[in-house]
């Protein structure tokens, strides 16, 4: 990956972050985010980033990218030597996969992301649905919702309406002006009784 870059950013480290929790559940002890950047940028990446389950590490003069044959002139594009995208699972040690981007002009971006490593690793493992909800902070229903994905064991993202967006954004997004409003994998599922009857169908 790179600092900063967008597809990195905006894809590569945050789906490795969300599925951390399933690949430990299959053997993987540390998600390693290694970069040809210096260790101020990395630091500042990682908190920008907010990847709790992933360290980020500096390759500041890339000697261990260029050893691992990695290493890319990205000189036309004003940065320099840089790493070429990969993933690569290590055991004790030694490499036991790796998944490279095909040698393509752009920023090919194929198969070295989270779901193709842990598709290999563990084919049939669970992934974590995708939740997210709006709510207010004085809301007892939104903290009913709230307390159901807790207990689910379901990672959420919560957007505060009054805070974060106003009611007409709610509206436009859910057609309702009540809150909680739940989706789970792209679909409304609703407020904290619809919510109820979805985990109890699961």
Known sequence: PGAFTPTCS???????????PVFAQH??????????????????????QKAEHIHFIPDGNGEFTAGMGMLVDK?????GKRSWRYSMLVRDGVIEKMFIEPNVEGDPYEVSDADTM??????????????????????????????????????????????????R???????????????????LIGGSDNLAEWMAAR
């Open 27 to 48: 053997g993987v002890d540390d998600i390693v985010c290694l970069s040809v950047n210096d260790t101020f940028v990395m630091n500042e990446w990682a908190a920008d």
């Open 118 to 167: 842990l598709d290999w690793l563990a084919p049939k493992a669970a992934k974590p649905h995708s939740v997210m909800l709006f709510s207010r902070r004085t809301c007892p229903f939104c903290a009913r919702a709230k307390g159901m994905l807790h207990d689910a064991g379901m990672a959420f993202d919560e957007i505060l309406v009054g805070e974060h967006v106003n009611l």
């Open 169 to 187: 954004a709610l509206r436009a997004a859910t057609g309702s002006e009540s809150v909680p409003q739940v989706f789970i994998d792209g679909k």
């Open 10 to 20: 905006s894809s590569h480290v945050p789906r490795f972050n969300e599925l951390a």
């Open 75 to 79: 000189e036309n594009l004003g940065f």
